[in-house]
């Protein structure tokens, strides 16, 4: 596996983040690709019902994603800053609290959801019609979801490690695992939307076990620490997770927002348009994770050149690499919605064929839903940039802004203003609003 070593404080920041970036995005859009992949076969083997039943469980995933992403994101920005002032048996503590972490937390809650499976399913939005489809993919992909957390945080560890290869690789593995499998259990074995979920959470464990496998003997330097039991070790420990927590929750608010997203258009789609209307905007909440990557690629890439640079005194590399990050994300929003809009037949039919009555109204949605991207990833990339430099309280307002404040009203009034295009605004409407709050707080302190 690839090591080389990085230089954060040098190297010209175009040149080092292009380095980061472009393994980064690939690596990020494999992740979304997992799913993607499992809604493409799902939709041709079993059709709508098996779409609206995955995407029935997604906010789920998207929890414990948000979560692996909030010790991820904080653990990466406090080892970034370690490393800048030489602190390197402190860098690889933090490295082993916080995997030690979401390993703990991550098992006691997949039991637990294993356990209220079906309540947990009706409380998430399904129907009577879909609730079996849901439980067969819940039952199966939730025992994987431990390596998917894995995946989340050693990814950020690995490309800090000089590795960024490496992380794509373990990410572009696993879809490609999956590719393989969601065939041979969908259509050869006929398993359905069960196959779908086996797929996955085999594809997500190869992913996951690769991740580690480098953190634990390949790493040139960021190997975890033996873990220490005593109790002081213990106090420490808590106190650094939850400063890493505290950083990083931001980074969860993020995924929240996604699960939020999911979860307020699956019930306001079912109750506008019934089980079809969910299937339609399944088909855009398995886009939406490839926006939301691509804003994350940004931002991680970003993350270790700025806390390293902020850690060592450089604050001219701190702000170039920010303005590189922007720059970026307003590209990459622009082209990502022009898609959108220009192909959504193509889009669509991807994952359903054309006269099926989810694919007419996705058809019609798509072009709506990407009005957002640009704000969406604009967004994500300021966010990330807040993290990066230790300021909690603007990263997490800006998270809350887009994920709550903004978008569970937009859900609410616009669908009762303008029907059912109201529902495929209520995401562009809150990420709009969020960078006009942004755009006048850097105003306001400009003038001040």
């Known amino acids: 596996m690839e090591r080389d070593t990085i230089d954060f404080g040098t190297v010209k920041i175009s040149k080092l983040f292009r380095r980061l970036f472009i393994p980064t995005l690939l690596g990020m859009l494999s992740i979304s690709a997992v799913t993607a992949i499992d809604g493409i076969f799902v939709g041709h083997g079993v059709g709508g019902d098996g779409i609206a039943a995955v995407n029935i469980c997604i906010p789920l995933l998207l929890i414990f994603t948000g979560l692996g992403l909030m010790i991820g994101t904080g653990c990466s920005v406090v080892v970034s800053i370690h490393m800048g002032r030489g602190r390197l048996r402190a860098a690889r503590m933090n490295i082993t609290q916080a995997l030690v972490f979401v390993t703990v937390v991550t098992v006691i809650a997949t039991i637990f959801i294993m356990a209220f499976a079906r309540h947990i399913a009706v409380a998430l939005g399904s129907s009577e019609t879909l609730l079996p489809s849901v439980l067969d993919y819940m039952l199966w992909f939730m025992p994987s979801i431990v390596f998917n957390m894995w995946i989340a945080v050693a990814l950020f560890i690995i490309r800090i490690d000089g590795a960024p290869n490496a992380a794509m690789w373990c990410s572009m593995t696993s879809a490609i ?183 007419r109204i996705a058809v019609e949605g798509l072009p709506l839903f990407a009005t957002g991207f640009v704000f969406f990833i604009s967004n994500l990339t300021i966010i990330g940039y807040n993290q990066s430099l230790e300021r909690v309280v603007p990263a997490t307002a800006f998270a809350l802004l887009r994920g709550f404040v903004f978008l569970s009203p937009a859900f609410l009034l616009l669908p009762e203003a303008i029907g059912t295009a109201g529902i495929w605004l209520a995401m562009p409407a809150s990420e709009l609003l969020t960078s006009a709050v942004i755009v006048g707080r850097s105003l306001l302190r400009r003038a001040a």
Not at 304 to 332: H, M, Q
Not at 338 to 357: E, N, T, W, Y
């Open 177 to 359: 695992l999956n590719v393989a499998l969601d065939y041979l259990f969908i259509f050869p074995l006929g398993w359905g939307v069960r196959g779908a979920a086996f797929a996955t959470a085999l594809s997500c464990a190869a992913g996951g076990i690769m991740a580690m496998g480098y953190l634990l003997f390949f790493a040139r330097s960021m190997r975890p620490e033996r873990v220490k039991w005593s109790r002081k070790s213990l106090r420490l420990s808590l106190r650094n997770i939850g400063y890493q927590c505290r950083i990083g929750s931001s980074a969860m608010l993020g995924e929240f927002t996604m699960a939020m997203l999911m979860f307020m258009g699956n019930h306001t789609f079912m109750r506008y348009l019934g089980d079809d209307g969910v299937g339609a905007f399944g088909i855009a909440c398995y886009y939406a994770p490839f926006a939301f990557m691509v804003g994350n690629a940004i931002a991680q890439s970003a993350q270790p050149i700025i806390s390293y640079n902020f850690g060592i005194g450089d604050s001219e590399r701190v702000r170039k690499t920010g303005r590189v990050a922007l720059l970026t994300a307003l590209l990459c929003g622009t082209v990502s919605a022009a898609a959108f809009i220009l192909f959504p037949r193509l889009l669509v039919g991807l994952f359903l064929q054309p006269d099926a009555a989810a694919a």
